[in-house]
């Protein structure tokens, strides 16, 4: 019984998370970018297709197929650091340095993982992808808000596309660091993992909404 509750459940999200893609790449691809924030929604392109693209498969593969999810979620750790990564880079339009070092040092990590991960550990590898992409995110957002803070002028967060997209990746990242590092020892001790996954379901969903809130305050409708 619990475990059918689960999959309706994880369902639910599947086809939300989904909604959420195509309602993404509706805005981006039936709005024009505002002039001052041309370079945001330029940054938060990859983004869209990442949500699109993983809603499609987690829809397709996972739920009507029943496809092993393993493989598409070790990938999709990769995948999501390298968006994230992108998106906070061009938004801040500097530290290249960094944000090559961030990217060889997490390929190097991922890459030397391979040669551990099993379908039985995979969990556990997801959890390690998550807790150092929320390391070098962490710092991106520092970065970002000193930037913004270093001036005399008032700044009105709530009118920056930047920061809904900073505020949700964050939210995302640090609230479900934990399930993602616990998850595995959960699963083996109480087999009560599933109210700690959705902790970061939930937040999934946050940063979606931040992410589409963000995207409609840098651009306008098509004339």
């Known amino acids: 019984m619990r475990n059918n509750i689960w999959h309706h459940i994880s369902t639910s999200f599947v086809i939300q998370y989904l909604i959420f893609g ?26 869209v297709w990442l949500m699109f693209i993983g809603g499609v498969y987690e829809l397709v593969f996972t739920t009507i197929l029943f496809v092993q999810t393993a493989f598409w979620h070790s990938l999709y750790g990769l995948l999501e650091f390298l968006v994230f990564n992108y998106l906070l880079y061009r938004i801040l339009g500097k530290y290249t340095r960094m944000y090559v070092a961030f990217t060889i040092l997490f390929l190097f990590f991922y890459i030397s993982s391979l040669f551990y991960w ?58 479900g660091v934990v399930p993602s590092l616990v998850t595995p020892y959960l699963f083996k001790v109480t087999g009560l993992w599933t109210k700690y996954w959705l902790v970061f379901l939930f937040l999934g969903t946050i940063m979606r909404v931040m992410m589409i809130i963000g995207l409609l305050k840098a651009t306008v409708k098509k004339p």
């Not at 509706?26 to 929604?41: L, Q, V």
């Open 22 to 47: 195509i309602v993404l790449i509706f805005i981006f691809y039936r709005r024009s970018a505002k002039i001052k924030y041309t370079n945001e929604y330029t940054a938060v392109k990859p983004f």
């Open 118 to 175: 099993s379908i039985d550990n995979h969990n556990q590898m997801e959890g390690y992808y998550a807790a150092l992409e929320t390391v070098f995110v962490m710092i991106w957002a520092v970065l970002w808000f000193k930037d913004l803070f270093k001036g005399d002028e008032l700044i009105s967060l709530w009118k920056i596309p930047a920061f809904y997209f900073v505020i949700g990746i964050i939210l995302y990242l640090c609230g």
